[in-house]
């Protein structure tokens, strides 16, 4: 296939030095002597970083990666991070409950999670300072992506998805590390974020192309039940295996036949999305990974009959058969009731986290944690839980604008927890440390790039790498170190 000029998506890996070789002096693709120059440099520096990175803690350990992203901004001090020694209006309702780490306590309501806190290990200093207004999607963006984004509105909401925002940090691993087999390489369950109207935003590919967005369903309810509707994935019963070959035979040779289709349109990958649909269609992976029926039923029940617990099975399922990246969000509109859906717990804290997120959480990561154990996976699977940010030590108290029950915690980004298990990571290890209540880090603090590098680096992939943007600029996935002594 042709390389079109300002083709959008041109990674650091770029030009050949077979295409170096054939232009000679000349510029090549729109990019003049200094700037092939420039690529050939940063390809160097490249590959010497990742050889370098190979000899540090975690580098390559992970195949393949959970991220459980709990929209809203979960309550550390409630759950996994308590303070029975503060005073009142902080410390809250709950009671801590021993886990099994040594010294470590939970909230009252998350006991399934506390006994398995020996395969996983405890973040309890993620802390950042926002800039200027940094509502939900502002540092949603900021945790999936890396980036800060550009504009925000007097709300704090942002604009709708763009071909020029900086791609989800899965779409940055499927890039570069496909999977090996015909398998969906990225898949965001049960449904895309959203805040208000905004839908998607730091979930997609962004300025890498459509290529590398997600596979994605609306299906909360079917997910929950176990009925996943995947008609895209499923042969037609009037078209048979040996029909549909025929029919991939003839659209290539048609393809062949026709060049000036091919440059108008090379853009948009259609060869590659053809053959990944055809392998997927025939290899059946994908119907197989989401037909929850064939599960165990006790597993289900372990889960969780809920949408949040039947996703985090499915993201096991996937990742068996071949899947490289598994968003899985916590399945509710940010500002949304947090009586029936959303981590948003201003209106209301303690009835919410003890009567519908604790239970759903407790149930579906701990079970995914020990599932994986239990079938040898998380040794090279890496699974992250976390938020945009936590809540509010102090209740009853507006943080950012938005009002407050007496009973209510408001965002507070500088200082929470997360959760990381698998591929190297320590098991039964505490990493960082808050506060007498919980609301700035006096240990170790971990600011959510971090986060993402150490992603990268459990994969295998530089995070300093560099891809090229909508204006074909060069731009590091992300601009932090991994954590390395996250690794055991």
């Not at 208000?196 to 909360?220: C, H, M, R, T, W």
Request: glycine share 10%.
């Amino acid at each position: 296939m042709l390389s079109i000029p300002g083709q959008v998506g041109r990674l650091c890996d770029g030009p050949t030095r077979r295409e170096f070789m054939r232009v000679g002096g000349v510029g090549m693709v729109g990019l003049s002597l200094p700037m092939i120059l420039r690529h050939e440099a940063a390809a160097a520096e490249l590959e010497g970083g990742q050889a370098a990175s190979r000899g540090l803690p975690g580098f390559g350990k992970a195949r393949n990666v959970i991220l459980v992203f709990l929209q809203g901004g979960p309550s550390h001090i409630d759950l996994w991070d308590p303070k029975p020694d503060a005073p009142e209006n902080v410390r809250g309702l709950f009671k801590p409950i021993a886990t099994k780490t040594p010294g470590l306590f939970f909230g009252e309501h998350m006991p399934k999670l506390a006994g398995v806190t020996d395969k996983l290990t405890m973040i309890r200093s993620m802390s950042y300072t926002p800039v200027g207004l940094f509502n939900h999607t502002a540092a949603i963006y900021q945790m999936l992506t890396g980036y800060t984004p550009d504009k925000v509105s007097p709300s704090g909401q942002l604009e709708p998805p763009s071909p020029n925002d900086y791609p989800n940090v899965g779409s940055n691993v499927i890039k570069l590390k496909p999977p090996t087999v015909a398998m969906l390489p990225f898949v965001t369950l049960p449904r895309p974020l959203q805040e208000s109207n905004v839908i998607g935003k730091a979930g997609n590919a962004g300025f890498l192309g459509k290529k590398y967005d997600p596979y994605f369903l609306f299906q909360e309810e079917a997910i929950a039940q176990g009925k996943v509707n995947i008609d895209d994935l499923t042969l037609r019963p009037e078209v048979s295996e040996i029909r549909l070959k025929r029919r991939n035979t003839l659209l290539a040779t048609v393809n062949h036949a026709m060049p000036e289709i091919e440059a108008a349109t090379s853009q948009y990958a259609l060869d590659t999305y053809q053959d990944k649909a055809f392998d997927l269609i025939l290899s059946g992976r994908a119907r197989k990974a989401f037909n929850l029926e064939s599960e165990d039923p006790k597993s289900r029940d372990r889960y969780g009959r809920h949408a949040f617990g039947q996703s985090l099975l499915l993201a096991r399922r996937l990742i068996e058969a071949g899947t490289r990246f598994v968003q899985v969000n916590w399945p509710s509109v940010a500002n949304g009731d947090p009586k029936t859906t959303a981590w948003d717990t201003h209106a209301a804290n303690f009835d919410p986290l003890k009567n519908l997120h604790c239970p759903k959480l407790d149930s579906g990561l701990s079970s995914l944690i020990a599932d994986l154990d239990g079938r040898g996976m998380l040794s090279d699977t890496l699974v992250v839980a976390i938020g945009e940010f936590g809540r509010s030590p102090r209740m009853g108290v507006s943080t950012s604008g938005n009002g407050n029950a007496p009973d209510g915690r408001d965002h507070w980004p500088y200082c929470y927890t997360a959760v990381m298990a698998g591929a190297g990571i320590g098991r039964g290890q505490v990493y960082g440390k808050s506060d007498d209540q919980a609301s700035s880090p006096v240990l170790n603090p971990v600011h959510p790039t971090e986060i993402l590098a150490t992603i990268y680096h459990a994969l295998g992939i530089n995070p300093s790498t560099l891809i090229m943007n909508h204006l074909n600029q060069p731009r590091e996935l992300v601009k932090a170190e991994p954590v390395y002594k996250l690794f055991g």
